[in-house]
């Protein structure tokens, strides 16, 4: 239950990056944008649940 906050944290990321993504980006941009959320989620994974 302690880590409940990350995870909702890391959900709203996903779900706003879809949003902005789906209405505003390009192919190659949402690639970038893609990778860069998958990024943080590692890094926040790493670096404070485990």
């Not at 993504?21 to 998958?38: E, Q």
Request: glycine fraction near 6%; include cysteine; charge should be positive.
């Amino acid at each position: 239950m302690d880590n409940f906050g990350y995870y909702v944290a890391g959900l709203i990321l996903l779900i706003v990056g879809f949003l902005v993504m789906k209405k505003v980006a390009s192919c190659m941009i949402k690639t970038v944008v893609t990778l860069v959320l998958v990024a943080v989620l590692v890094a926040v994974y790493y670096l404070y649940l485990r």
